[in-house]
């Protein structure tokens, strides 16, 4: 069966570092999404994406994050200056069409910054 | 925009018992309506959706939730619970839109199931 895939499993990264998590989505799925999870939190959507464009993010999506599709297959989530408060889980997500509604998550990337 | 509250961050039953895990939404058009489980270490599986049409849904593992339009909610239950079904369940909203299908999410409950 198709699956998201994420890597790395677990990322450390010192405050102020830049870093890139990394999705490969489902491959006939046109829709991709970053949530995360701080330990202990509820799920929270960070950004949608669609056609090479962002179509939609949250208040937490602000300028230190950035996405791209580079290739074909591959999804990213760039950090471009992490803080403390970034340590969570972040879980990547497709969708073939919006119609289904039905989006499917990767095992995430637990990224812990010190 | 909508919201989504789960009753109960823990809920513990007996091997065998009813699972019933509560969820109510909110929305200010037709939502669709999910379930997901989180295993230990592991990421979001779905268990069942509502979209449209039937609104007794089924899923897998024997879980089944209704959605009652009249109460905005949308309560997960199993008849029998088993050891294996002990994991994190989310109940999450989305409305459907040209932007993107967000999912919000509901705080979690963990499921205890005692032998």
């Known amino acids: 069966e198709p699956e998201v895939t994420q890597t790395p499993s677990h990322q450390v990264t010192q405050m102020g570092q830049e870093v890139i998590l990394r999705c490969v989505p489902i491959?006939?799925?046109?829709?991709f999404y970053w949530y995360r999870q701080i330990l202990g939190q509820k799920v929270e959507f960070l950004v949608s994406f669609y056609n090479n464009e962002i179509s939609e993010k949250s208040e937490i999506f602000d300028d230190q994050f950035s996405v791209e599709r580079p290739d074909g297959s591959n999804f990213t989530l760039k950090i471009r200056s992490t803080k403390l408060e970034d340590s969570a889980m972040y879980f990547c997500a497709s969708t073939e069409r919006l119609a289904t509604s039905e989006q499917y998550f990767g095992p995430g990337t637990r990224l812990t910054v010190t | 925009a909508q919201s989504v509250t789960q009753l109960g961050s823990h809920v513990s039953v007996s091997e065998g018992a009813l699972v019933l895990l509560r969820c109510n939404y909110s929305s200010s058009v037709p939502p669709y309506l999910f379930w997901y489980v989180q295993y230990p270490n592991q990421g979001l599986q779905l268990l069942l959706k509502y979209t449209t049409g039937a609104t007794l849904v089924k899923g897998i593992n024997g879980f089944e939730a209704e959605f009652k339009k009249s109460e905005t909610s949308f309560h997960l239950t199993k008849p029998s619970a088993h050891m294996s079904d002990a994991a994190e369940y989310f109940c999450a909203v989305s409305v459907r839109s040209n932007a993107g299908n967000m999912l919000t999410f509901g705080g979690g409950t963990r499921l205890m199931v005692k032998p």
């Open positions: 491959s006939n799925h046109l829709y």
